[in-house]
């Protein structure tokens, strides 16, 4: 099967409903319709300090010009790694991206910047992120805005079914502009997602209808949410893997963490990370050899991080699903300075790669002028928004009128995602096969990408209302059908070759009995739509055994019995039976024995019996003795009985006594020789033991 007709394939698959109880049908490529299957993921690299792109793709058909404005960091020529049909050089740090280029899985887009320049770090790094025009101030990001347009509530109610996983996450230790919305941050910060802070106790509180009560609730809510994300977020961590192992460096042990999350299953579809170090005002090469030096040791970094995670990537058959992009708020100037470095400039390129990603160079090589000036800036090529609304539109599914508001204009495109990867309306079918463009968000396609009815997963509730013990059919099921405008028809398949046909008019409630344990699958059509088809496996089980914790009260005069494996029980206490609902009951006990059974209706959950026995109280006096020792006894018994051990078990002595008016027994231990004994008196209502001593 060539490539394809393997993809044509995998959209039809995509397109295919999930038959999940309770799940919604989603098409696996979609984006951001939910984080509970495998999507689509967008990883965002960031280089602080402003990147010098001429000393990371070189434009050789200008090499002699560059030896004139930048003799103090250009490159040798002959050191430079040629990027095959092209008049454009790569760093020798960088030969690994170089192989991506010639794999078609990198893509350069050549000078990359903004209109109006702004040369200060925080403002330039607030456009970038924005996606803003240079003189507008936009206090979210463009990531931000997107997650918000396809999540209008969140965070509230996040996590839910839909999306138990994090729609993004940052690894650092601070949040950026780039996912700050309008009403909320909407990525999850982590350096360490082993180790993530749990809360303890997190608290429900109801607050005031107030602006502080508002912001009370916000950090409740983020505090819950955390807590929640923390534990899936620390499971995919500690279950991913990398079969190839990242350097130990800055970059190398973020894309460790992100390799281990997806590996380990987490379904987040944004992710970012950050390289420091690019603000080489001075000293950005080694004097001596211009291929070393600061600016060399982070495009290695970069190289070796980006190549060793598409390996690994690759290895765990998820390299289809990610795609990444670089970003740095500024390049550096053309010339070089007088302290061996670079200064603010304004274009720089841009890197995206993965196995979607259509590679090679984008636009032609900067111009170096001949007769360069110091003040001299080479001119954008491409506007930095007009990767993100290509990357929005082509990779993340967003429609193009949707990305024009969320850039707050229209940007050409650039073809960065390869045709069989490109889906503009998210709906799992690829372009070039769909033959229904723009359909909204969610929609359920067939293989051309053209709306199939469907229903919400919510529509059907199928519960299992009876359990039951092997060899019985006492196992039962209800469905319940939220639309009410179809007539459904049921068939149901079971063991022992069962089979029934139900058939529901303005969606009644229907219900099955007499069941026995097994799997029983149920297929849901309706009249008048051929093509649909609903499937549901349901499982009747026996029953879990009956569990019964027994507390006596610290009197002994109660028994609490706590109670787990059915909905109602029976039990019996000395003659009296109660039938009870609740999992913890209690219960007074008399004097003496007290019989204590519990049962079910279902007798395979097994028997509860305890023997519970309240003692009457006693009390020895003198202790410590010589002689004479006299025992109460309260209650009503006549006689009992009292034997006396030592400290190592043997028995001294065993006899019954008469209890005289006083309730008191009297003993002699004259006889006995010095040492501590053990006094055990039994009888109807007595069961008691006390430690005395002989002096």
């Known amino acids: 099967m060539n490539r394809r007709n393997f993809l044509h394939n995998m959209a039809h698959l995509a397109a295919m409903p999930a038959f999940i109880p309770g799940m919604e049908a989603f098409a696996q490529s979609e984006l951001m319709t939910n984080t509970v299957a495998e999507g689509k993921i967008l990883v965002i690299i960031r280089f602080d300090g402003g990147n010098d792109g001429l000393n990371m793709v070189i434009p050789m058909d200008q090499y002699a010009n560059l030896q004139q404005v930048r003799p103090a960091v250009v490159l040798p020529e002959n050191k430079i790694l040629p990027i095959k049909g092209t008049a454009t050089g790569i760093h020798p740090a960088m030969a690994g991206l170089n192989n991506l280029i010639d794999e078609k899985r990198l893509a350069i887009i050549q000078s990359v910047g903004y209109a109006k320049p702004n040369y200060s770090h925080f403002r330039s790094s607030d456009i970038w992120m924005s996606g803003s025009d240079a003189d507008v101030n936009v206090p979210s990001g ?8 396809q999540h209008p509530n969140y965070p509230k109610a996040y996590p839910n079914a839909n999306f138990p996983h994090p729609l993004s996450i940052e690894i650092s230790w601070q949040s950026t502009l780039l996912f700050q919305g309008q009403n909320s941050f909407t990525s999850l910060i982590y350096n360490n997602p082993d180790n993530f802070y749990r809360l303890m106790n997190p608290f429900v509180n109801t607050y005031p209808e107030t602006l502080q009560g508002s912001r009370l609730a916000y950090l409740q809510l983020i505090g819950r949410q955390s807590q929640e994300y923390g534990s899936v977020v620390q499971a995919a961590y500690r279950a991913g893997s990398t079969p190839f192992a990242f350097e130990d460096n800055e970059l190398g042990n973020q894309f460790k963490i992100i390799q281990k999350l997806i590996s380990g299953g987490l379904n987040t579809r944004v992710y970012m990370l950050r390289i420091g170090g690019f603000d080489t005002h001075n000293q950005q090469v080694d004097t001596a050899d211009h291929t070393k030096g600061q600016h060399a040791l982070l495009l290695k970094q970069i190289n070796d991080g980006i190549v060793t995670f598409m390996k690994n990537l690759d290895a765990q058959n998820q390299g289809d699903r990610v795609v990444g992009v670089t970003m740095s708020e500024f390049g550096r100037t053309i010339h070089s300075n007088g302290s061996g470095g670079t200064d603010h400039g304004t274009v720089a390129p841009m890197l995206v790669f993965g196995n979607a990603v259509k590679g090679g160079v984008i636009g032609s090589n900067p111009v170096i002028p001949k007769n360069y000036k110091n003040n001299e800036d080479l001119p954008v090529l491409y506007d930095y928004r ?53 359909t909204p968000l969610g929609t359920l396609v067939d293989i051309n990408g053209c709306p199939v009815f469907s229903l919400p997963a919510d529509n059907y509730s199928i519960q299992v209302t009876a359990t039951t013990c092997p060899g019985t059919t006492n196992g039962a099921l209800q469905m319940t059908f939220k639309d009410t405008k179809y007539t459904y028809l049921v068939d149901i398949k079971g063991p022992s070759a069962y089979a029934k046909t139900l058939k529901s008019v303005a969606g009644a409630k229907q219900a099955l009995d007499n069941l026995v344990i097994g799997t029983y699958r149920i297929s849901i059509t309706i009249e008048g739509q051929k093509e649909y088809v609903q499937l549901f496996d349901v499982q009747v089980k026996q029953p879990d055994p009956l569990v019964v914790q027994a ?104 006899a019954t006594h008469q209890i005289d008016a006083m309730r008191m027994v009297t003993l002699d231990l004259g006889a006995y020789v010095t040492g501590t004994y053990l006094l055990e008196v039994t009888g109807r209502t007595v069961q008691q033991q006390v430690k005395l001593m002989k002096l």
């Not at 463009?142 to 347009?149: C, G, Q, V």
């Not at 082509?394 to 969320?406: R, Y």
């Not at 028997?607 to 009457?616: A, G, K, L, M």
């Open 142 to 149: 463009w990531m931000a805005r997107y997650l918000e347009s």
């Open 386 to 438: 007009q990767a993100y609304s290509s990357l929005l539109n082509q990779w993340m599914g967003s429609p193009a009128e949707k990305t024009n508001q969320l850039l707050y204009r229209e940007f050409a495109k650039i073809q960065l995602i390869k045709d069989t990867f490109a889906d503009s309306d998210s709906d799992g079918v690829p372009d070039v096969f769909d033959q229904c463009a723009n």
């Open 551 to 654: 507390i006596l009260s610290p009197d002994s005069q109660q028994v609490r019995l706590e109670l787990q494996g059915a909905d109602a029980y029976f039990i019996r206490v000395n003659d009296q039976t109660f039938e009870v609902k609740e999992g913890s009951w209690s219960a007074d006990l008399v004097k003496g024995k007290n019989q204590v059974r519990v049962w079910t209706s279902q007798d395979c959950q097994g028997v509860f019996n305890r023997e519970i026995f309240r003692s009457e109280q006693i009390q020895c006096f003198p202790n410590p003795c010589m002689g004479p020792l006299n025992v109460y006894v309260a209650g009503q018994d006549s006689e009992v009985e009292i034997g006396i051990f030592d400290l190592q078990g043997k028995m001294h002595a065993r």
